[in-house]
């Protein structure tokens, strides 16, 4: 490609995709210049007002849109990277189109293993967190009565698993499974009108 041209990468905030596009020098300096991802919702812009350029840059990383002053000397020459003002991590590159290339993927990278983070943090997380501290402390008062939870085949062995939106309970005699729903008012309902809890074992 020719030194003439610059290319641009970011990464989608709504798509998630790399995005990347060369313009001309020429066409920098003479008209606004816009890179559109492939899922046309976002877009790089870029304006020359005569003596600097203005970017605004959809970050990928914080999925606000940001904005930068560059000088001529930075928006033309050698490789660029603009900050996301959040977290000031690079979210834009500029320059030679194999430099943004790589510098955008392992960015991409990056951004896919935080989402992947910021996923599994959501799912740990309780559908309604007050209906599941009440739900487990109702299981509590009522774990702590004589003969609370038993189960049908005899056991008073149980184990229980929270999870997101109930709790079960298994008998660890027979493996018999009672599930307690902890999403809505009426599983705390539900759950306040038993004084004791049987797992419907064998
Ligand atoms: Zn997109
Ligand atoms: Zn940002
Ligand atoms: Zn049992």
Redesign the pocket.
Known sequence: MSKDMRTFGYI?P??G?M?MGSRSIFALAASDAEIP???G??VLHTRYDGQNYHITVPCGICGETHAALCPPERMLQGGTALGCADTKQFCCYIGEEGLVEKNLRELSVLVQKEKQQKDSEEQEAFLDNVIMYEVLSELRDIAARKDGITCLCGSRAYSMTVRRSAVDLQCKECGAKLRINAATDRDLDDLCCHMKLVIPGK
Request: aromatic content about 0%.
């Open positions: 989608c709504e798509c995709a995005v991802c492939q899922c919702k976002s």
